[in-house]
């Protein structure tokens, strides 16, 4: 392709202000094209409405993973409903994890400093 | 003995490249250890000024002459980019054009084109801050440049880094080093330049302007954006397309939701190998004895000059906007326009919070920041299809 601007200092001068100007009218002309878009928006909301439901998510089966945080907050209330004062989840692990001479030392030690019963 | 001994050490030292090293080589092994202090000193992108800077050092450091007796002695990177290595290929990869096109991929899957679409008003800043390019390309022509040179230069005042690679590759490959360096380190040098220009344009009261809050872009729009604009770019702007369809691309992985892989790799990991590649081939066109003239000395300040005539003429269109407009845009948010995203709209909130620390602006100033780098596609293009390299 042969460039249509003269390589002078004229064909500079005209070069920078064709593409100057014109670029503002382009950008303009975007401009004018996202002004629109609200309106797709719109669109989209009313098809999201006339759309069907989407079906119910499965409900969380007993073997589906769960959050700790959840656990922890069940298992609290659960122990506060039982015994009638706040109690604080230290450590949740399998009942078959260990043996008895492990799970008692355990106790005996936990024992000793209450944990969860705050000095203040 | 001795003399034996002295003959074998000099035979020796002719294999290396220790006695060829030149003044030239030594000012650049300095300019590449200047970038890489900036970089890691001072944080100024320090993502393409290590790259860069490393092997801008390198590429200074003399090896054995040339295979021909008598001929240059040229460093063991410039050996692998001229026999065909990897930073051959590293240089193939900018020379054909592939690696602009995929830097805009990344780009385009990082970049949230929310503020542009909320406030298209301000659009207009992205053409109104490009007055730099302009004012470069004729000083360039009256330093004696060619026009395609000149247009080449002049680019340098999009801020934008692959476009001006893009632009000067069709219109003055030569020229590929001075300016890619010139662009990158003005872009990285933006938090210095721009405010001083800024706060010279504007009064303590404009300064001040604390703006509405943007409304909500939904999803559907923004889906609908880089469709809608690789159409529009595609259909009118043919010579800048393969880099604004490949942002589109990015933009619509990230947005639509069901390609997060895609948009995760091209954001992340491929844009690191590609800015690695990038960097390394830059980096090896800035031997001494091509870098190192007073062409290079002239590109490097008129890039200077492109950025402060570009921030000045943001911040200028953005008040004469402020004259038609009820509710005022605070005018430092016309210098983002520059493109150079998104340095050039953390300066506009930086210095607008530093006169009120209750003012927010960087939402509203990635509004023209983004659309900075259409302005940069649609000058790129139209100088590329006047200048006949479309």
Not at chain 2, 73 to 78: F, G, K, R, V
Not at chain 2, 131 to 148: E, P, Q, R, Y
Not at chain 2, 254 to 267: F, M, P, S, W
Not at chain 2, 315 to 334: C, E, Q, R, S, Y
């Amino acid at each position: 392709m042969q460039p249509i601007i003269p390589d002078t200092l004229e064909g500079a001068l005209i070069l920078s202000l064709i593409d100057f100007v014109g670029s503002f009218f382009i950008i303009a002309a975007i401009g004018v094209v996202l002004a629109g878009f609200p309106l797709i928006g719109r669109i989209a909301a009313r098809f999201e409405k006339r759309a069907p439901a989407a079906p119910a998510a499965p409900a969380a089966t007993e073997d589906a993973p769960q959050d700790d945080g959840e656990l922890v907050a069940v298992l609290a209330a659960a122990a506060h409903a039982t015994l009638g004062r706040p109690v604080r989840i230290v450590r949740i692990e399998p009942t078959n994890v260990g043996d008895a001479w492990a799970a008692e030392g355990r106790l005996a030690h936990h024992g000793s400093h209450q944990p969860g019963r705050g000095r203040g | 003995m001795i003399e034996q001994f002295g003959l074998f050490f000099q035979a020796l030292l002719a294999q290396t490249g220790a006695v060829h090293l030149s003044w030239g080589n030594v000012v650049m092994i300095l300019v590449g250890a200047t970038m890489v202090w900036l970089a890691i000193a001072k944080h100024y992108e320090p993502l393409l000024l290590v790259g860069i800077g490393f092997s801008c050092i390198v590429a200074n450091v003399p090896g054995p002459p040339d295979d021909v007796p008598g001929g240059q002695a040229i460093s063991a990177l410039l050996y692998v980019v001229k026999e065909g290595g990897l930073f051959h290929y590293a240089y193939e990869g900018v020379a054909k054009l592939i690696i602009p096109p995929l830097i805009f991929l990344g780009v385009g899957a990082m970049t949230d084109f929310g503020p542009m679409i909320a406030n298209p008003r301000l659009v207009i800043l992205g053409a109104g801050a490009h007055l730099g390019i302009f004012v470069a390309l004729i000083l360039a022509k009256l330093c004696g440049f060619t026009l395609a040179e000149a247009g080449a230069i002049g680019i340098i005042g999009g801020a934008d880094g692959p476009m001006a690679i893009f632009v000067t590759m069709k219109l003055a490959p030569h020229l590929l080093g001075p300016i890619s360096v010139a662009a990158y380190s003005y872009m990285a040098l933006m938090p210095l330049i721009q405010p001083p220009v800024m706060r010279l344009l504007t009064t303590k009261a404009e300064r001040q302007i604390t703006m509405k809050q943007l409304r909500t872009v939904s999803k559907a729009e923004k889906i609908a954006f880089p469709i809608v604009i690789a159409v529009i770019v595609n259909l009118f702007f043919p010579p800048v397309a393969p880099l604004i369809t490949m942002l589109m691309l990015g933009n619509l992985l990230k947005e639509c939701g069901v390609t997060e892989r895609l948009a995760k790799t091209a954001a992340g990991g491929l844009m690191n190998v590609i800015v690695l590649v990038l960097t390394v081939a830059i980096g090896s066109t800035m031997a001494a004895d091509k870098f190192l003239n007073w062409n290079t000395l002239l590109i490097v300040l008129l890039g200077l000059v492109a950025f402060v005539f570009g921030t000045a003429s943001g911040v200028i269109t953005a008040k004469v906007m402020n004259l038609f407009l009820k509710d005022k845009i605070n005018p430092l948010i016309g210098s983002a326009g520059i493109a150079s995203v998104p340095i050039a709209a953390r300066v506009s909130h930086i210095v607008a919070n530093q006169e009120n620390p209750k003012n927010f602006l960087i939402y509203h100033a990635m509004g023209p920041n983004l659309a900075g780098v259409f302005g940069t596609a649609i000058s790129g293009g139209i100088l590329l299809a006047l200048l006949g390299a479309g």
